[in-house]
């Protein structure tokens, strides 16, 4: 691959792919030792980004008042900052209603994961995407067997372990990627 712009931005973006795995499988050992701070952490990121999305659609709504989408947008708007800033006042309310959600997203993330390994199954490494969904879907089983009661330390628990071993496979997939790199450089 030499010196090309090519192979140094590809080398670039396989240290960074390593880099960002390593981050994703510090962020799960973090989350797991302290999952309540986990749980409140992802409680208050969503509620702010609620609140930011709400703002966004305010402004559009303002921008919109000429076309005919300014009720629906308005409408959006209020709803996404009522939203987050009932999170941020009710954090166990909240922790309660991601954890349903968290359900559902580990159980729609599982199943791109199993499509995902089976696309890319001839890509060294990439059974570790089968493994990823696998424990993705166990995790979303338990989370929903265990809502509501234990919410606010299930979520950053599996929070957590949904990052490392989301973390892992892409570490090992970059390793590869690194590899590949390196024996054509």
């Given at each position: 691959?030499?010196?090309?712009?090519?192979?140094?931005?590809?080398k670039?973006?396989?240290?960074?792919?390593?880099?960002?795995?390593?981050l994703?499988?510090?962020?799960?050992?973090?989350?797991?030792?302290?999952p309540?701070?986990?749980?409140?952490?992802?409680?208050?990121l969503?509620?702010?980004?609620?609140?930011?999305?709400?703002?966004?659609?305010?402004?559009?709504?303002w921008q919109?008042?000429?076309?005919?989408?300014?009720?629906?947008?308005?409408?959006?708007?209020?709803?996404?900052?009522?939203?987050?800033?009932?999170l941020?006042?009710h954090?166990?309310?909240?922790?309660?209603?991601l954890?349903f959600?968290l359900?559902?997203?580990?159980?729609?993330?599982?199943?791109?994961?199993?499509?995902?390994?089976l696309?890319?199954?001839?890509?060294?490494?990439?059974?570790?995407?089968?493994f990823?969904g696998v424990v993705?879907?166990?995790?979303a089983?338990?989370i929903?067997?265990?809502?509501?009661?234990?919410?606010?330390?299930?979520i950053?628990?599996?929070v957590g372990?949904?990052?490392?071993?989301?973390?892992?496979?892409?570490?090992?997939?970059?390793?590869?990627?690194r590899s590949?790199?390196?024996?054509?450089?």
């Amino acid at each position: 691959m030499g010196t090309s712009p090519v192979a140094v931005f590809v080398k670039k973006s396989v240290g960074l792919s390593i880099l960002l795995s390593v981050l994703m499988i510090v962020a799960g050992i973090f989350a797991i030792a302290s999952p309540m701070a986990a749980g409140i952490a992802v409680d208050v990121l969503v509620a702010w980004l609620l609140v930011f999305s709400g703002c966004v659609h305010l402004v559009l709504s303002w921008q919109t008042r000429t076309s005919g989408g300014f009720l629906w947008e308005l409408l959006v708007g209020i709803l996404y900052v009522f939203t987050g800033v009932y999170l941020l006042r009710h954090p166990a309310a909240g922790l309660a209603s991601l954890t349903f959600v968290l359900a559902i997203y580990l159980l729609a993330e599982a199943i791109l994961e199993f499509i995902l390994g089976l696309t890319l199954r001839v890509i060294p490494g990439s059974r570790w995407l089968l493994f990823d969904g696998v424990v993705t879907l166990i995790l979303a089983v338990m989370i929903w067997r265990a809502w509501p009661s234990s919410s606010a330390w299930a979520i950053g628990t599996l929070v957590g372990v949904s990052m490392l071993f989301s973390g892992f496979p892409r570490l090992m997939l970059s390793l590869g990627a690194r590899s590949v790199v390196n024996k054509l450089a």
